[in-house]
Each structure stands twice: as C-alpha cells, then as structure tokens.
C-alpha cells in the first residue's frame, strides 16, 4: 500500500510540475513556437484566460493571460495559433466583444487594415523590449484597442430609478476619474469605435472643405435648371411610377424577356463579330470618304446656287414646250406611218440583220475586202518599169450573156472568133497568123488589147505591131512606145536610182518581143 501510494504521489507531482512548466511557457509567449500579442485594454472585465481570439468570426488562437499594468490598464496576452495569421502589422486593431448573455467575452482583432491592391504593408508589430514584462511578446499599444460598454451593464443601471441612476453616475464618475478628464475622454473615444470612424470622417470633410463648398455651389448651379422645369420633373416622376406600375403588371412577359436574354445574346454575339468584321473592312471606305467629305460640302454648298441657276433654264424650257407641243401633237400622222413602215420592214431588217450578223461572224467583211484588193491587183500588175493594166474592162452590149450571138442583142462580136461565127469561125482558126491578125475589129478596142487578142489568137507580137501600130494607153509596159523607141533610152527603176530596184533595159522587139508580151501578159516584175 505504501508504495503504491507513493507512485500515485509521485505521478501526481510530475504531472504538476509538467503543468506548470506548460503554463510557464505559455505566459512566456515563445517556448512553444506560437505567435503571442501583448494588448494592452482601458479595461477587461469578465474577460478570462482561455476565451477565444478571432478574426472575422473564425478562431485563430486563445487568451493566456490578463494581468493589471501600473497605468491601471489591462494587459491581455494572446496565442495566435493559426499559422495564416501570424502576421499583425502597426496598424492591427483588437476589441473586446460580448459572445453569450451569461457575460462571456472574447477577443476580436483584424491584424491589418484594407488598403487598394499593390500598396506597401505596414511594418510588422514591434516586440516588447527585454527586462520588461513580456518581454519578447508582439506589443499591440492601447491607442489600438477599444472596450465597448457592456449592454448587460446599461440593463444594470436601467434597473434603478432616475435619480438613483444618474446619483450612482455622478459618485462612480466622480471618484474614478477625479482630475483625469483627458484619460476620460481618450477613454471615452476607445471604448466606442464608431466615435473614432466619426473623427475619421469630420477629419477626412474638414480637410475636403474647400472641395465640399464647391460641391454645393456647384449641386446649386445644377439644380437650378431642374428648379426651372420642376413641373416637367415632377411629371416625369408621375410618368416613371405609371410605367413602373405597367412593368409590375407585365411582370411575366418581362419575366421571359429575361429569360430569352442569355440565348439571345449567345446568338447577338457572332452577329456582333460580324459586325465587327464588316466595320474593319468598311474602314477603309470610311477613311476615303473622310478625304473626300470637303469635296462632297462643296458640292451640297454649290447645289443651292446651281439650283437657283436652272430655273431659268426650266422656264425657257417651259415655253420651249408650249411653242414645239403643237408641232410635237402634229407629227402623230407621220409616227403611224412611220410605225407601219416598220412593222412592214420587220422581215426585211431581220433578214439584213441576219446578212450583217452571218458577214460579222463568218468574216464576210474580210472576203470582200480580199476579192476588191485581190481583183485589183490581178487587173494591175507590177514590175521593174512600174504598173501596167492586165485587163481592161468594156462597157458595151457585148457584157449581155447570151448562149446564141445575134445581131439583135446588139453584139457580134466573140474572142479568138470570127464576128459571125459559123464556118467562118472554124476558117480563123487554121488561117494564116496575119489573116487572124486582121480579124479583129479594132474601131471598138483599143490598141493594147488588139494586139493582146491577136498574139492570143496565133499572130506574133511582130504581126501584132505592124498591123495595130499607133500609141497605147499604158506606156509603162513598152508596148505604147513606137517601134526602136523604147530601146535606145535607158530605162530607169521607179522612184529614181536609189529605190533598190534591179535596172532593167528591155532588148529591141524584133530580138525579144515575145518576152515583153509575156512579161506584159503574166505580170512579171
């Protein structure tokens, strides 16, 4: 039994003393690893060790301590046990608020103050110096605390009579605070916070004053025009309670209105992005018609002259009109027949209009062109001496196709041919060159085709000279030319001798007069 009374004894003490030194180390602020605040309070009451220390209504740590200071004020001593708010600045404040009806009180603290995004924080708490007490605690000073009067100690006082309280005011007052009306009024202002934001905000408008006195000349200024139209405000006002009134009556259309709201600016957004789209493109166009915007007023300035100046041309055009309607009137007659002869015209012009477009589309055009540039130049030829005429055009009776030559249709006549035909005709043709030679009728032809058709017909171009002779029409082929004329000049090229052409100085005739004849005939150059 001794013994075991003894073990039971000594697990007492050791329990103790592990209490002690917990309680020891807890009051020292630090031996633990917490972050423990020395606040200093005007006054504590009911405020015990262990209540709760919290930040916006969420527990961050407990009350360790509360002792008295030799300033008469209240040093309470908390264990910030949540890490996330280990870190009270200089500008950290701390009230002691009531938590239940019974008296229960706990400790409120907001370690830093709100300020605008990316502003510096303020230094961290300063620590209480060593040798004194706490030392090493985070020190909150007692400008930084409030102690609100309790409500339960207001329903004390109400209980009383009037008299009574105001005697007990007095004589509590008058001993506590005998020749300390500064510590009262510093008292008073801390243990009500809304009187230090009060002073906050007289401060913050005494120093806006300048500002605030503009602010009412200013408001007066602008409601003067209000002032001037107050009945038309006041109607307004009527008019937006009737329109709130028909809102509240149509509350369910409005209702789905905004309902609809969502989908419809889902789908407002693409055509949005359109838009957008359209007004970059359209920028440009935009930036042209800016450029051209001062030619565009002119021309809206000028208008108004230009429109005065054809008023004079309106009203000449005017009599204009009176004077040329009648005439206008009498040409109806004449626009039916004219109509008449175009409906008859209708087959004809389409049929023309079919000639052009086959002409058009088949190159008609073109082939006429060819056929006159190619029929002139294979009735003139060309050579070393200049033109000559290959073929000569009679405008006579004999141009009449006929399949029978008669003497009635006013030509006998026919190429290689006796006049007459017949036999006579076969006789020409084995007759002597000179008797073919005289066959032909030269009152109606001219001496270069006379000689042609006789060389033609059989007879030489020696025959053909003799019996034709006389000057041509065409000299430039030497056959115009009387005989051995033409062989003793020398012939020259046409366009004088530096136009490239090769000299050519045709022989006699009666060495190489058939050569001329052909070169004449086939149009050599």
């Known amino acids: ?69 030799p300033q008469a004020k209240a040093a309470v001593v908390m264990n910030i046990e949540n890490p996330g708010f280990q870190d009270f600045r200089a500008d950290a404040i701390c009230t002691i608020r009531l938590q239940a009806l019974i008296g229960e009180k706990y400790v409120d603290c907001l370690p830093t103050q709100q300020r605008v995004e990316g502003t510096p924080l303020p230094p961290p708490l300063g620590k209480v110096p060593s040798g004194q007490e ?18 339960d100690l207001l329903g004390d006082i109400t209980r009383l009579p009037e008299r009574e309280r105001f005697t007990l005011i007095l004589n509590e007052l008058g001993a506590g605070l005998a020749g300390r009306g500064s510590d009262l009024s510093e008292v008073i202002r801390r243990a009500n916070p809304a009187l230090q934001e009060l002073d906050k905000v007289l ?98 300035t000028s208008l108004p002259a230009f429109s005065r100046s054809t008023e004079t041309f309106f009203e000449n055009l005017g009599k204009t009109a009176k004077v040329s309607g009648p005439a206008l009137s009498g040409t109806k007659p004449l626009l039916q027949k004219l109509q008449r002869l175009g409906n008859a015209a209708v087959p004809f012009a389409t049929n023309f209009s079919a000639l052009f477009n086959s002409l058009r589309e088949t190159g008609g055009l073109e082939r006429i062109m060819d056929f006159i540039f190619l029929g002139t130049g294979s009735a003139n030829g060309y050579d070393a001496l200049g033109h000559f005429l290959r073929a000569e ?76 002779p006389g000057p041509t029409t065409t000299t430039a082929a030497g056959l115009g030319t009387e005989p051995g004329a033409g062989a003793a000049a020398s012939t020259q090229p046409v366009g004088g001798s530096t136009a490239g052409t090769t000299y050519y100085t045709p022989p006699s005739e009666a060495s190489q007069a058939d050569g001329l004849l052909l070169n004449y005939l086939l149009g050599s150059e």
């Open 203 to 300: 401060q913050i408008l005494a120093n806006e004053n300048h500002v605030l006195a503009k602010l009412a000349v200013d408001s007066d200024e602008a409601l003067k025009p209000f002032a001037a139209v107050r009945e038309r405000v006041a109607d307004f006002i009527a008019q937006a309670n009737t329109v709130a009134q028909a809102s509240a009556a149509t509350r369910g259309a409005l209702s789905r209105n905004l309902a609809l709201l969502p989908p419809f600016l889902e789908q407002l957004g693409p055509g949005l992005e359109r838009v957008g789209r359209f007004a970059e493109e359209t920028t440009p166009t935009f930036t042209d018609l800016k450029v051209a915007a001062p030619g565009i007023n002119k021309a809206f």
């Open 393 to 468: 055009g009679v405008g006579t009776g004999c141009l009449t196709y006929t399949i029978t030559p008669s003497s009635d249709a006013g030509c006998s006549r026919k190429l290689f041919n006796n006049p007459r035909g017949g036999a006579s005709a076969s006789a020409a043709s084995t007759s002597s060159p000179a008797a073919i030679a005289s066959a032909i009728d030269s009152s109606s032809t001219s001496v270069l085709m006379a000689r042609t058709l006789a060389v033609m017909s059989g007879a030489t171009p020696a025959q053909a000279l003799a019996k034709y």
């Open 1 to 69: 039994m001794g013994r075991r009374r003894w073990a039971a004894g000594a697990a007492g003490a050791a329990c103790a003393v592990l209490a002690v030194v917990a309680l020891l180390a807890t009051a020292a602020g630090g031996s633990n690893g917490g972050y423990t605040v020395r606040a200093i309070f005007d006054e504590a009451g009911n405020l015990i060790a262990g209540e709760n220390v919290k930040i916006d209504g969420v527990k961050v740590g407990t009350v360790t301590s509360v002792t008295p200071t």
């Open 134 to 151: 706490g030392a090493g605690d985070y020190y909150l000073p007692v400008t930084q605390t409030h102690s609100p009067v309790d409500v």
